[in-house]
């Protein structure tokens, strides 16, 4: 790749979460109106979208979840704000359901290519199909990507996020397929004496 070609930005784990201002079903909404929560950013190429439209009617389900988690969740579209509403319209005519929860418009695809969603020579959208939890400091703690085909599971997401807030600040890691309420494992030693003091299974054991 040439010096001068286009630098396409990268949202890095650990790092700053990429700042935002955008119009949304709930009017102009900014990440730094979330300060001090979780948040659960979501992305979807389109409205109106099969798959799209069942994760929607699923988060929307789930909402009181997250809100126990104190995770706020913003979904973002490529479409306008005024498809959103419309949208929106169909979903709660169809479902019985009317998402509550800010989604943002992002015609020019500004937030999606500043959280590095849009590939080198992309010609559609295809490529924002995102989540990003982001954490009450405004640090971008994971970041799962998904393709057009498959739709993301609202339990694994619950699932992350508990994961996140349970081991945030101290040295307690979850194991695979950990769910909210179970111990979590002791971090791996990081010398040898603390491998000897751990005992010869501490990377299947040492629940905290």
């Avoid at 290519?113 to 405004?138: E, K, L, N």
């Avoid at 890691?173 to 002791?186: I, T």
Wanted: charged share 20%; net charge negative; proline share 8%.
């Amino acid at each position: 790749m040439s010096d001068d070609a286009p630098k396409i930005p990268v949202a890095r784990l650990d790092e700053p979460a990429p700042l935002f201002e955008a119009r949304s079903t709930k009017g102009t909404v900014r990440l730094s109106d979330f300060a001090g929560r979780w948040v659960l950013l979501f992305a979807h190429p389109a409205d109106f979208t099969p798959v799209c439209t069942s994760e929607f009617v699923a988060l929307a389900r789930a909402s009181e979840r997250f809100e126990a988690l104190d995770c706020a969740l913003i979904g973002l579209s490529a479409d306008s704000v005024y498809s959103h509403i419309a949208w929106f319209d169909r979903i709660e005519a169809d479902f019985g359901i009317r998402p509550q929860f800010p989604l943002l418009e992002d015609p020019s695809l500004a937030i999606a290519t500043s959280y590095g969603m849009i590939h080198p020579g992309a010609s559609s959208t295809a490529t924002v199909r995102s989540v990003f939890v982001i954490d009450p400091q405004g640090i971008l703690k994971a970041m799962v990507h998904y393709p057009m085909e498959v739709g993301r599971s609202v339990d694994e997401l619950l699932r992350l996020v508990s994961a996140l807030r349970d081991t945030a600040g101290n040295d307690g890691v979850a194991p695979a397929d950990w769910r909210e309420g179970e111990p979590l494992l002791a971090s791996a030693p990081g010398t040898d004496e603390e491998s000897v003091a751990a005992g010869p299974a501490w990377y299947a054991g040492g629940v905290r």
